[in-house]
């Protein structure tokens, strides 16, 4: 169980295109996915937090019309970098929790590099 | 807000021996300690949890151990194999009632190397 699913595996855009990054909890309701990222040998930095249903909660330095954020049912939120430029290249990393349960769960990420 | 700590940054052993990887957090309402490993390109996986109401939690050849007081809390780690290598991260969180809170501030990562 607590098995999260994270499209596409990898990504190559051009800069100023946009991608979409879905994250789906497949055995189970997530009421909150969160965002992060990762560079290379680095650890995992929190992007935003979604609630179902809710607008997402950035954390400082996250610009919110860049990174747009969407949790439009309990199995499904969509991270879209909006404008990616070569700087926005990173692991991008869902991960989904259940309710009051502490567990979090991670997708296997998403590797974007912006040409 | 919370601050997570991780030391050692790179850890290296010998198959078969222990490795002990240390965390220190700030914020004294943190009450949630989960431990993940991740390999390289790939999902971070979550090895074992502790909560504060308990101190020490082990899963075979892994344990952690949670000093309250100190705001400390280790990952331990017996009997190591070569598919141990992983970069692990500590990570603590204050959950509310309900599940109010809970955003994992994660420490640095260690990258743990086993030698045959």
């Known amino acids: 169980g607590a098995v999260v699913s994270q499209h596409p595996s990898r990504v190559i855009c051009k800069s100023g295109t946009s991608v979409k990054i879905e994250c789906r909890s497949l055995?189970?309701?997530?009421?909150?996915m969160f965002w992060y990222r990762q560079f290379p040998k680095q650890s995992l930095m929190l992007m935003a937090t979604?609630?179902?249903?809710?607008?997402?909660?950035?954390e400082q330095g996250v610009e919110k019309d860049k990174f747009l954020i969407n949790h439009a049912s309990l199995t499904l939120s969509t991270l879209t970098v909006t404008s990616a430029h070569p700087e926005d290249s990173s692991f991008y990393i869902c991960?989904?929790?259940?309710?009051?349960?502490?567990?979090?769960?991670f997708g296997p990420g998403t590797r974007l590099t912006v040409t | 807000g919370e601050n997570v700590e991780q030391h050692p940054s790179t850890l290296s052993v010998q198959e078969g021996d222990s490795a002990v990887i240390k965390c220190t957090y700030s914020?004294?309402?943190?009450?949630?300690f989960p431990w993940y490993k991740q390999e390289l390109g790939k999902r971070p996986q979550l090895i074992i949890d502790?909560?504060?109401?308990?101190g020490e939690k082990k899963d075979q050849r892994i344990a952690v151990t949670l000093n309250k007081t100190a705001k400390h809390f280790s990952l331990h780690i017996t009997e190591t194999q070569p598919e141990d290598s992983a970069v692990y991260f500590c990570?603590?969180?204050?959950?509310?009632?309900?599940?109010?809170?809970?955003?994992?501030?994660f420490g640095k990562g260690t990258k743990l190397s086993v030698k045959p």
């Open positions: 979604s609630n179902e249903g809710s607008k997402a909660t950035y």
């Open positions: 502790i909560r504060s109401n308990v």
């Open positions: 914020d004294s309402a943190s009450n949630y």
């Open positions: 990570a603590a969180t204050a959950m509310g009632y309900g599940g109010s809170q809970g955003n994992l501030i």
């Open positions: 991960s989904a929790r259940q309710g009051a349960k502490h567990e979090q769960y």
């Open positions: 055995d189970f309701q997530a009421t909150t």
